[in-house]
């Protein structure tokens, strides 16, 4: 890292959001070790990757540790919680371990990541600079819930905000896990997979008009 150059901490950086940040040095959480490698190759020395699931208490502290050494004394520009996933299905039939998941990932990873780094953002008097801020990367479907996205919503609401639409791939990815599969032979498995394909191609449109604008 520079010397004087801002430092943020950013979670779920291999993909939407978290790598389109820029103009600081990201310090990048990744679960898949060639994700870091491929962000590393991508944006050089002005990006750290941090492998580390965020609902993994330990590794998220030694990360946080990593982040300390690097810093030498100063603080943390800022902290972007934007890790998460979602899972689609008919909260009658949904798996509880899955709401539990999109509840244990989108939420209490947030908790975990915020708990971890809050001494490098300013709770330790002893460092050096400014305090730093925090960012929680929420969802529309924080204050409104669709339909078979009920497991997200909650996870979202516990954020308490409302941000505007962002195009990520966060759709394409519930495509390539699936979202009807566990539900055949119920009353839901046909209107599901029409509002699956329906938020998938939202999803893909708002990102075409995202890149329309920027070009």
Same mark, same amino acid.
């Given at each position: 890292?520079?010397?004087? +150059?801002?430092?943020?901490?950013?979670?779920?950086?291999?993909?939407?959001?978290?790598?389109?940040?820029?103009?600081?040095?990201?310090?990048?959480?990744?679960?898949?070790? &060639?994700?870091?490698?491929?962000?590393?190759?991508?944006?050089?020395?002005?990006?750290?990757?941090?492998?580390?699931?965020?609902?993994?208490?330990?590794?998220?502290?030694?990360?946080?540790?990593?982040?300390?050494?690097?810093?030498? &004394?100063?603080?943390?520009?800022?902290?972007?919680?934007?890790?998460?996933?979602?899972?689609?299905?008919?909260?009658?039939? +949904? #798996?509880?371990?899955?709401?539990?998941?999109?509840?244990?990932?989108?939420?209490?990873?947030?908790?975990?990541?915020? +708990?971890?780094?809050?001494?490098?953002?300013?709770?330790?008097?002893?460092?050096? &600079? #400014?305090?730093?801020?925090?960012?929680?990367?929420?969802?529309?479907?924080?204050?409104?819930?669709?339909?078979?996205?009920?497991?997200?919503?909650?996870?979202?609401?516990?954020?308490?905000?409302?941000?505007?639409?962002?195009?990520? #791939?966060?759709?394409?990815?519930?495509?390539?896990?699936?979202?009807?599969?566990?539900?055949?032979?119920?009353?839901?498995?046909?209107?599901?997979?029409?509002?699956?394909?329906?938020?998938?191609?939202?999803?893909?449109?708002?990102?075409?008009?995202?890149?329309?604008?920027?070009?």
């Amino acid at each position: 890292m520079k010397e004087g +150059q801002r430092c943020v901490m950013v979670t779920g950086a291999s993909s939407g959001i978290g790598l389109g940040t820029a103009g600081y040095h990201v310090c990048g959480s990744v679960r898949q070790r &060639g994700d870091g490698e491929r962000l590393r190759s991508e944006f050089g020395n002005a990006f750290t990757p941090l492998l580390f699931d965020v609902t993994d208490i330990h590794a998220v502290r030694n990360a946080a540790e990593q982040v300390s050494e690097m810093l030498g &004394g100063c603080t943390l520009f800022g902290l972007v919680n934007n890790a998460g996933v979602c899972f689609h299905g008919p909260l009658m039939y +949904q #798996p509880i371990p899955e709401f539990a998941r999109n509840i244990e990932i989108n939420l209490t990873g947030t908790l975990i990541v915020t +708990q971890a780094f809050l001494l490098l953002l300013g709770a330790d008097r002893t460092l050096t &600079g #400014p305090p730093g801020r925090i960012i929680m990367m929420s969802s529309m479907a924080g204050k409104l819930g669709p339909p078979f996205l009920g497991a997200y919503a909650a996870s979202k609401h516990g954020l308490e905000t409302c941000p505007g639409n962002v195009a990520t #791939p966060i759709w394409d990815k519930a495509e390539e896990r699936g979202t009807v599969s566990g539900y055949e032979g119920t009353p839901y498995r046909d209107v599901l997979g029409k509002s699956s394909t329906w938020s998938i191609g939202e999803g893909r449109r708002d990102r075409a008009v995202s890149s329309d604008n920027v070009g």
